[in-house]
Structures are given as structure tokens and as C-alpha cells.
């Protein structure tokens, strides 16, 4: 019983009081723009140093975009390159950071998959993975951040085949495989799939892909064959053969068919940009559930500890994108790095950001990916020492900024 009453009322301390000090702070790129500061944080409670970028979600020359990696869904590029690739036609990165998970080597040359919601400037690259949380910015500037569900067909006749993915590959993420998957030309050539895979070719689709999505199709071929190309005016239906097989093989070059796209919940069917992450850390500005549970867990606590057993309380580098009433929150913790920076759990940064401001917030790849980029330049410390090539950023560029001369 003693122990009962002790935990619960651990759970109540931790959901009211998250606030455990931020340590120093130091401002960099002062003047950059009005509507966005730059901060370097030393930690007092254990060795750790993070930067943050705290942008004013009201300030309307100041926009949030993701980028893939070369502009392509098989491609991999480290954030200043993403970033001074935005930088065109007037519009400046102010800062950038490492956006979700996917693939990053190996796999048949399929390193630079994004697993999960993928939407950049309104075309959508990749499906979102459900369960998992997506970051979401509408064309009126308005943010949000939960889990979506994408609600996929190929339809010919009274055939009727759910699209499980968009731009992914059969086995999914590590923990699902998929049974059918659509692929656009932004996904690139062909579709490196193997030869077991059934796939349908299709064409006269309206493109690119975007969100709300239908359009008239026409097949003009199918049979049991991979790595078929990808035709630049349509799609390519791939589909394991032991569950749509039976389908896909009554159909005929020929036949007439539609594509159907959308999301649930309905307003994110509206959104201009778009990236998945994995686990919420922040929900109506309280630790998630997933980031109590790992708390509760860390019985053992010690300060720069990694964890093999347990990645949410393993001590590692760290990316997470967060928002409150007025603020964006770019997150970059550095680690592996003794006598500098030895990272934080992953509830440990829920809270950062909940002292921050954060209302809502969200876990995004870490680890060597982890860079926080500024003003033109690099300010952490990557612990794999070199910049790593990365799947997709996540940036803030505004009008030729008014700090310009």
C-alpha cells in the first residue's frame, strides 16, 4: 500500500511541477530577426549543453518549411546545405534543424526514405505511420501536432485496394511491414522493390500528389515483377503478392480507375507542410504518458548513462520541435561528448521544453543526426564529429530579413 500511494503520488508531482531548472543561458545571432532568438543553455543539474531557437509563431514574415534531403525522397544532404538550398528567390533559412526518422543507409539503395508524414510546400512525399505524431502547418499559418491517419484506395471497378503507404518500402519502419504501397515520381526512378512483389503501372494521374487528393487513372500494365520505373505521369501500385494478388491480377491493361487520398483527422487535409516524428513529449503542456512511463522507469538515474535496454532513458544527443500560444521551440541537445555534453533522456527534454513554453511538442531524430543550424552556421557539436547527411530538415526562413543590408 505504501508503495501504491508513493507512486501515485510521484505521477502527480511530475504532471504539475515539471520545471527543473534550464541552467545558463546565452544568447547568440542577436538581431538576427525580431521575431525569432537563438539561445546556448549549460545545464547545472548534470553535464549537458543544448540550443534552442524560440520563434515567434505570430510574426508573419517568418514562415516554417521542411525539406528533404536533395529535394527527393531518396536523397540525403546535411541541414546547412538543405538550408542554404532554401535560401533563394528572396527567402533566407534563419534556422534549421534535423528533421524525422527513416532510412538512412543500406536497404538497396533505398537510404533516404522518410517513415512517416511527409508534406513539403503541398505535395505529399510519404504517408504518416499511425500512432505516431506528425507537425503540421496549414496555409493560414496555423500549427498543430497529433497523430494522423491516412485513408488511401486504388479503386478500378468494384475492386477496391487499400493503399497502406506512400513512397516507402514493404518492410516499413521495424516494427510493421506494409502489404501495398503507392509510388510517385518523387520517389525517384523505380521502385526497388523485389522480384515477388506484384506491381500495377499506372498513368494520366494528375501530379504531384497532394493532400485531398483524387484523380482519374488509367492501368497499363501489371504482373508479378519488381523495381518496375515509375512513370513520370503516374504511379506504380505495388502490392504483396499473398494479399492483393488476387485483385490486381483480374485487371487489364486499359482499364480506367481513380486514386483517393485524404487524412483524419479532416484538418490536416489542409496543411502546406508537413513532417512525422515519434513520440509525443509534451500533450496540453504536460509530460506525455509515454515520457511519465519512461520516468517512472528510470529507477536507476545517472546523470550521461546510455542505455541500450531503454532509448527514452538513455542519455543521447537530441532533436525535438515544440509550440505553446506564442512560441515555435527548435530543441538540439548535444551528447556522447564526456566532459562537454553527455545528452539527456528523452523525458528530460519534455521538460526543458515545457519550461520553455511548450504546450505541445515532439521527439525527432537524434543521435549523430542531431544539428542546429543559425544565422549561416553550426552551433552545436554533432557527436559523430562530422556533419552528418540527414533525410529531411525542419526550417525557419523569412523575406529577405531585416537585419539585411
Given at each position: 500500500m505504501k508503495l501504491f500511494v508513493a507512486v501515485a503520488l510521484f505521477l502527480v508531482l511530475i504532471s504539475v511541477v515539471p520545471a527543473f531548472g534550464l541552467g545558463q543561458r546565452e544568447e547568440l545571432c542577436k538581431g538576427l530577426h525580431p521575431g525569432i532568438h537563438i539561445y546556448k543553455y549549460r545545464w547545472n543539474k548534470e553535464p549537458c549543453v543544448f540550443y534552442v531557437a524560440e520563434i515567434d509563431k505570430h510574426d508573419s514574415d517568418l514562415n516554417v518549411q521542411v525539406c528533404l534531403g536533395q529535394g527527393k525522397t531518396l536523397g540525403k544532404e546535411t541541414v546547412p546545405a538543405i538550408a542554404r538550398r532554401v535560401s533563394k528567390n528572396g527567402r533566407k533559412t534563419l534556422a534549421a534543424i534535423n528533421g524525422g526518422f527513416g532510412v538512412l543507409g543500406g536497404f538497396g539503395g533505398l537510404a533516404g526514405i522518410s517513415h512517416n508524414l511527409f508534406v513539403q510546400n503541398g505535395e505529399f512525399a510519404s504517408g504518416a505511420i499511425p500512432g505516431n505524431v506528425c507537425f503540421g502547418v496549414t496555409k493560414d499559418g496555423a500549427v498543430m501536432m497529433e497523430s494522423v491517419q491516412m485513408v488511401a484506395y486504388a479503386v478500378f471497378g468494384d475492386q477496391k485496394i487499400p493503399v497502406e503507404a506512400i513512397n516507402n518500402r514493404m518492410k516499413g519502419d521495424q516494427r510493421r511491414d506494409y502489404n501495398s504501397i503507392l509510388f510517385t515520381p518523387r520517389f525517384g526512378d523505380t521502385t526497388h522493390t523485389n522480384r515477388r512483389t506484384y506491381e500495377a503501372i499506372?498513368?494520366?494521374?494528375?501530379?504531384?500528389?497532394?493532400?485531398?487528393?483524387?484523380?482519374?487513372?488509367?492501368?497499363?500494365?501489371?504482373?508479378?515483377?519488381?523495381?518496375?520505373?515509375?512513370?513520370?505521369?503516374?504511379?506504380?501500385?505495388?502490392?504483396?503478392?499473398?494479399?492483393?494478388e488476387n485483385i490486381l491480377s483480374k485487371l487489364r491493361p486499359g482499364q480506367k480507375g481513380r486514386i483517393e487520398i485524404r487524412f483524419e483527422p479532416d484538418r490536416w487535409n489542409d496543411v502546406i507542410q508537413a513532417m512525422g516524428g515519434n513520440y509525443t513529449l509534451v500533450k496540453d503542456g504536460k509530460l506525455s504518458e509515454a515520457m511519465k512511463k519512461a520516468m517512472l522507469s528510470d529507477t536507476d538515474h545517472q546523470p550521461g548513462k546510455r542505455r541500450t535496454d531503454n532509448k527514452l532513458i538513455s542519455h543521447e544527443p537530441r532533436t525535438a520541435l515544440g509550440f505553446g500560444d506564442e512560441k515555435i521551440y527548435f530543441i538540439v541537445v548535444d551528447g556522447r561528448q564526456s566532459g562537454y555534453s553527455t545528452g539527456m533522456t528523452m523525458y528530460e527534454v519534455a521538460q526543458v521544453l515545457i519550461e520553455l513554453g511548450a504546450k505541445q511538442a515532439m521527439n525527432l531524430d537524434g543521435g549523430a543526426s542531431s544539428t542546429f543550424f543559425a544565422d549561416d552556421k553550426v552551433h552545436n557539436r554533432p557527436s559523430g564529429g562530422d556533419l552528418r547527411k540527414v533525410l529531411n530538415a525542419v526550417l525557419i526562413t523569412a523575406e529577405s530579413h531585416r537585419g539585411d543590408k
Amino acid at each position: 500500500m505504501k508503495l501504491f500511494v508513493a507512486v501515485a503520488l510521484f505521477l502527480v508531482l511530475i504532471s504539475v511541477v515539471p520545471a527543473f531548472g534550464l541552467g545558463q543561458r546565452e544568447e547568440l545571432c542577436k538581431g538576427l530577426h525580431p521575431g525569432i532568438h537563438i539561445y546556448k543553455y549549460r545545464w547545472n543539474k548534470e553535464p549537458c549543453v543544448f540550443y534552442v531557437a524560440e520563434i515567434d509563431k505570430h510574426d508573419s514574415d517568418l514562415n516554417v518549411q521542411v525539406c528533404l534531403g536533395q529535394g527527393k525522397t531518396l536523397g540525403k544532404e546535411t541541414v546547412p546545405a538543405i538550408a542554404r538550398r532554401v535560401s533563394k528567390n528572396g527567402r533566407k533559412t534563419l534556422a534549421a534543424i534535423n528533421g524525422g526518422f527513416g532510412v538512412l543507409g543500406g536497404f538497396g539503395g533505398l537510404a533516404g526514405i522518410s517513415h512517416n508524414l511527409f508534406v513539403q510546400n503541398g505535395e505529399f512525399a510519404s504517408g504518416a505511420i499511425p500512432g505516431n505524431v506528425c507537425f503540421g502547418v496549414t496555409k493560414d499559418g496555423a500549427v498543430m501536432m497529433e497523430s494522423v491517419q491516412m485513408v488511401a484506395y486504388a479503386v478500378f471497378g468494384d475492386q477496391k485496394i487499400p493503399v497502406e503507404a506512400i513512397n516507402n518500402r514493404m518492410k516499413g519502419d521495424q516494427r510493421r511491414d506494409y502489404n501495398s504501397i503507392l509510388f510517385t515520381p518523387r520517389f525517384g526512378d523505380t521502385t526497388h522493390t523485389n522480384r515477388r512483389t506484384y506491381e500495377a503501372i499506372i498513368r494520366q494521374a494528375k501530379l504531384p500528389l497532394t493532400l485531398r487528393y483524387q484523380s482519374e487513372i488509367v492501368l497499363t500494365s501489371v504482373g508479378k515483377k519488381g523495381n518496375n520505373g515509375i512513370p513520370s505521369d503516374g504511379f506504380v501500385l505495388a502490392v504483396r503478392t499473398k494479399r492483393y494478388e488476387n485483385i490486381l491480377s483480374k485487371l487489364r491493361p486499359g482499364q480506367k480507375g481513380r486514386i483517393e487520398i485524404r487524412f483524419e483527422p479532416d484538418r490536416w487535409n489542409d496543411v502546406i507542410q508537413a513532417m512525422g516524428g515519434n513520440y509525443t513529449l509534451v500533450k496540453d503542456g504536460k509530460l506525455s504518458e509515454a515520457m511519465k512511463k519512461a520516468m517512472l522507469s528510470d529507477t536507476d538515474h545517472q546523470p550521461g548513462k546510455r542505455r541500450t535496454d531503454n532509448k527514452l532513458i538513455s542519455h543521447e544527443p537530441r532533436t525535438a520541435l515544440g509550440f505553446g500560444d506564442e512560441k515555435i521551440y527548435f530543441i538540439v541537445v548535444d551528447g556522447r561528448q564526456s566532459g562537454y555534453s553527455t545528452g539527456m533522456t528523452m523525458y528530460e527534454v519534455a521538460q526543458v521544453l515545457i519550461e520553455l513554453g511548450a504546450k505541445q511538442a515532439m521527439n525527432l531524430d537524434g543521435g549523430a543526426s542531431s544539428t542546429f543550424f543559425a544565422d549561416d552556421k553550426v552551433h552545436n557539436r554533432p557527436s559523430g564529429g562530422d556533419l552528418r547527411k540527414v533525410l529531411n530538415a525542419v526550417l525557419i526562413t523569412a523575406e529577405s530579413h531585416r537585419g539585411d543590408k
